[in-house]
T-cell receptor, first 108, second 113 residues
Framework: GIQVEQSPPDLILQEGANSTLRCNFS?????LQWFHQNPWGQLINLFY???GTKQNGRLSATTVATERYSLLYISSSQTTDSGVYFC??????????FGAGTRLFVKA | DAGVIQSPRHEVTEMGQEVTLRCKPI?????LFWYRQTMMRGLELLIY????????DSGMPEDRFSAKMPNASFSTLKIQPSEPRDSAVYFC???????????FGSGTRLTVV
């Protein structure tokens, strides 16, 4: 099956810093999503982005499908950005597989 | 919109007992997913439905697990008999055919002692 690798596994930032999270996948995908799991365990959909670039406030994402990677950018990080960021992909249909996640801690 | 609703939020049960987890998807969504999250294995897809029909159950760990979707607004995940290794957070999610962004419920934290 498809392999999904996220990097870095852990990241510590000072409030106000910028960061880039990466997701590599081993096969062509028809569905790619980014999620944030907050410290209370809630999973929030950030982007549906199988290709191209999207922006939502301080967050933006870019997927280069031909090179099999996606990037999530967080600008001017805040303590509320802390949690785990997951990349999830599907190669066909809706069988969506999650990566192991990047654990982010933003220090005040 | 109340979002995806799961119940119960927490469940503690003894080994060997039957456990039933419940999910109400967002109205109008025709895809429903059950995921399990553990520290060791991360988020695993167990099964998903389209228009109440199971499409892929290859992630269901064994015959002790079963899932049903009797109508568009309700699904259950049943474990019988439960074992300590089933302890995990079980999430339900839904989406519609025209929007592939998934909405997750708050999860059910299951502890089997």
């Amino acid at each position: 099956g498809i392999q999904v690798e996220q990097s870095p596994p852990d990241l510590i930032l000072q409030e106000g810093a910028n960061s880039t999270l990466r997701c590599n996948f081993s096969d062509s995908v028809n569905n790619l999503q980014w999620f944030h799991q907050n410290p209370w365990g809630q999973l929030i959909n950030l982007f549906y982005i199988p290709s191209g670039t999207k922006q939502n406030g301080r967050l933006s994402a870019t997927t280069v499908a031909t090179e099999r990677y996606s990037l999530l950018y967080i600008s001017s990080s805040q303590t509320t950005d802390s949690g785990v960021y997951f990349c999830a992909v599907a190669t066909g249909g809706f069988k969506t597989i999650f990566g192991a996640g990047t654990r982010l801690f933003v220090k005040a | 919109d109340a979002g995806v609703i799961q119940s119960p939020r927490h469940e503690v049960t003894e080994m060997g007992q039957e456990v039933t987890l419940r999910c109400k998807p967002i109205s109008g969504h025709d895809y429903l997913f059950w995921y399990r999250q553990t520290m060791m294995r991360g988020l695993e897809l167990l099964i998903y439905f389209n228009n109440n029909v199971p499409i892929d159950d290859s992630g269901m760990p064994e015959d002790r697990f079963s899932a049903k979707m009797p109508n568009a607004s309700f699904s259950t995940l049943k474990i019988q008999p439960s074992e300590p290794r089933d302890s995990a957070v079980y999430f339900c999610a839904s989406t519609g055919s025209s929007n592939y962004g998934y909405t997750f419920g708050s999860g059910t934290r299951l502890t089997v002692v």
